[in-house]
């Protein structure tokens, strides 16, 4: 009966062990570049955003920010009160 244990208790401990990720602490993806948000963006940016970890992607030319939620920590898009992205290009 051990035996059986083993063999059900080893798969199930891996699988626990293969959720525990890291998080990278960079945030950010490798186009895009760390940047202290100009007073323009602060001032349209909506309240509840983290400017501190803003950047621009350059994939789409827009500010993302790093969301640290309770559960995960996301990227997310810098937006305005309205909800419209912030961009330093047009979106094309």
């Known amino acids: 009966m051990t035996r059986a244990k083993a063999f059900l208790v080893a798969p199930l401990t891996l699988l626990g062990l293969a ?11 490798s186009g895009s570049a760390r940047i202290t948000v100009p007073e323009s963006v602060a001032t349209i940016a909506a309240p509840y955003q983290d400017l501190t970890t803003a950047r621009v992607r350059a994939e789409d ?11 995960e920590t996301t990227e997310l898009p810098l937006r305005t009160s309205n909800g419209s992205p912030i961009c330093v290009r047009p979106q094309s």
């Not at 959720?19 to 945030?27: I, L």
């Open 19 to 29: 959720a525990c990720e890291p998080v990278p602490s960079s945030g950010g993806t």
């Open 61 to 71: 030319g827009c500010y993302w920010y790093t969301h640290r939620g309770p559960v």
